[in-house]
């Protein structure tokens, strides 16, 4: 059973502008999470339709088509005439009775061949988005690692003029501030109706060097939103581990110490190799923590915490 639709035309329009001769749906108004406005709506599905979330709810982008069109849900299936499921042009939609619908759906071998090349389309956002295509949408800062959307950007990275102004008005020039719950920077930017979510450390690696970094990146400060060039480098998985904060159930506020309920003495560890070596117990925190940070200065080098 089809889940109920219950976004009316007028809400439609109101959030998303659908263009007819493309297909494509572009948000009006911004989610909150990250697709803003201007940003091409929609990501692919494993069916091959485009799915366009509206009111926190997800829609097959061909229905939301056909009602943005003729301002009522479709009563039947809606099928595409050219049997490519997420071309949404107006003129490739028709009205289809169930068993029309189930004929123009038949898993034909060149039917099947158009669902993979659909799914391929899809891949992570690194390899998405290009070098070219952002540095042309976004500046760097190496001192102050400031983040900023270009004060303009051509009309050719948009869906449309339409687009290309309403993101003009409400972005060019400004700082990219958004950030995700741990503290990173995030750069939304839409390629192929598809918006993919890069996090600014990475962004500024690949705009500093002319290529996305093969490893992880380490804020040497431990700052998630300190994204200066000096404050950046690369680092294997283990070292990104190593050079971190105490965690929230830390509460010695040194990482690897804590208090012995038994003796009421503090502990120092550390982890090397998925193994916990002791590296004694100490009278007070202070004593502690330094032979901690001695461990960490000879195990983890400059990837070891700075104090």
Known sequence: MRKREDVTAKELR????????TGIFTRLVGTGKGAH????????????YMLVSVKCRQYRAHRLAWLYMTGSWPQHEVGHRNGKRDDNRWENLFDAPPTQHR??????????????????????????VTIEKLRLRVSYNPDTGELRWRASVPVSEFVDEHAARIWHGKFAGKPIAKR??????IVSISVDLKTHYL??????????????????????????????????????????????MPGVRNTSGVRGVHRSKSTGK??????IDRRTRHLGAFDDLSSAAAARRQAELAQFGKFAPQL
Do not use: F
Request: charged share 20%.
């Open 37 to 48: 406005v201007g940003a091409a709506a929609g990501t692919m599905n494993g069916q091959g």
């Open 180 to 185: 995700n719950p741990k503290g990173y920077v």
């Open 199 to 244: 996090q600014g450390h990475r962004v500024a690696w690949a705009l500093m060097t002319g290529s996305w970094p093969e490893q992880q990146i380490d804020h040497a400060n431990c700052d998630p939103g300190d994204n200066r060039w000096s404050n950046l480098r690369q680092a294997t998985h283990q070292q990104n581990q190593w050079n971190r």
């Open 14 to 21: 109101r959030l998303l502008h659908y263009d007819p001769l």
């Open 103 to 128: 004929e123009s759906t038949k898993r034909t071998p060149e039917r099947r061949a158009m669902l993979d090349a659909a799914r391929q389309r899809a891949c992570p956002p690194e390899q998405a």
């Open 266 to 271: 503090w502990v120092a560890q550390i982890g």
